[in-house]
């Protein structure tokens, strides 16, 4: 059975302290990777492991006074509490660095910022 999570229900933390007007959280991690074949055979025996990357991104409602003092050289910490009735799950970014902000506003609706991340690690928690 899949695990549902509310939007309703979770909240984004930056350096522990909660982020208003958060829209949505995205992210992707990628590693690098390479195959091993044998001698004499065009059949993979194995992979291995390279570099990874984390890369995210926050959209908020208008725009966040907390995410636009962040200090550029400084790395800071993301915590999405995810959450559902008794279903927890905590998505940890380490080490994160602002890459770009964004921000768009049309008609009829409210304007949004969108602040893209990226992390050194990111880490999941279930509990």
Do not use: W
């Amino acid at each position: 059975m899949p695990t549902i999570l509310a939007a309703n229900d979770s909240s984004v933390l930056v350096d522990g302290k909660a982020i208003d007007g958060i829209q949505s959280i995205e992210y992707r991690r990628q590693e690098v990777r390479s195959n091993i074949y044998a001698l004499g055979s065009s059949e993979r025996i194995g992979v291995v492991s390279g570099a990874s990357s984390v890369e995210g991104s926050l959209t908020i409602a208008s725009t966040s006074p907390a995410l636009d003092g962040l200090d550029p050289e400084k790395p800071f910490q993301i915590s999405a509490q995810l959450k559902h009735g008794d279903t927890h799950i905590t998505v940890t970014f380490d080490e994160c660095f602002m890459e770009e902000k964004e921000f768009r506003l049309a008609v009829g609706i409210h304007g949004e910022a969108v602040y893209n991340f990226s992390a050194a690690r990111v880490r999941q928690e279930t509990q």
